[in-house]
């Protein structure tokens, strides 16, 4: 018995990969789509994109006023490591548990503390992004597919 292998390209399996991240609901772009300029990113070597951050935090967090809102999307932004497993770590943390780091005095004169989300249980309010040739440059020049 013989068996024959496709070949596939890069290219295709970016193609079936963005495909399919489409049919979950991620919303395919390119890389310079989201490129310096656009209004997404400041510059070649942000892989968060701060804009879209800051909307996700305006979104689901609509009783939190607006200073609160960027002082939190400033912290969660800012490494607190050089060791990108433990980075990892804490922004995974963000996203399932949501950010604590703020607090504020309520018009009622009580403080708040709120647990911030940056996603919502409602996968389809969420703003997924699947992003194919993206450029970032900073000590070490990267080209990701996806």
């Not at 290219?11 to 991240?21: I, R, S």
């Not at 070597?45 to 999307?73: C, G, H, M, T």
């Not at 709120?114 to 992003?131: F, H, K, M, Q, Y």
Request: charged fraction near 25%; glycine fraction near 6%.
């Amino acid at each position: 018995m013989t068996q024959t292998a496709t070949a596939f390209s890069e290219a295709d399996w970016e193609g079936l990969a963005l495909e399919q991240l489409a049919e979950l609901g991620w919303r395919p772009k390119h890389g310079e789509d989201i490129a310096p300029g656009t209004g997404e990113r400041d510059s070649w070597d942000e892989l968060l994109i701060r804009p879209r951050l800051l909307n996700a935090l305006r979104k689901f967090n609509p009783s939190v006023p607006e200073q609160y809102l960027q002082q939190a999307a400033a912290e969660i932004a800012v490494p607190k490591s050089q060791d990108a497993i433990t980075e990892n770590h804490r922004m995974h943390s963000y996203l399932v548990d949501g950010f604590r780091g703020i607090s504020f005095i309520e018009s009622d004169g009580s403080e708040a503390n709120p647990t911030l989300r940056l996603l919502s249980a409602d996968e389809d309010a969420n703003d997924w992004l699947a992003v194919s040739q993206l450029t970032l440059c900073g000590a070490i020049i990267v080209a990701a597919s996806i």
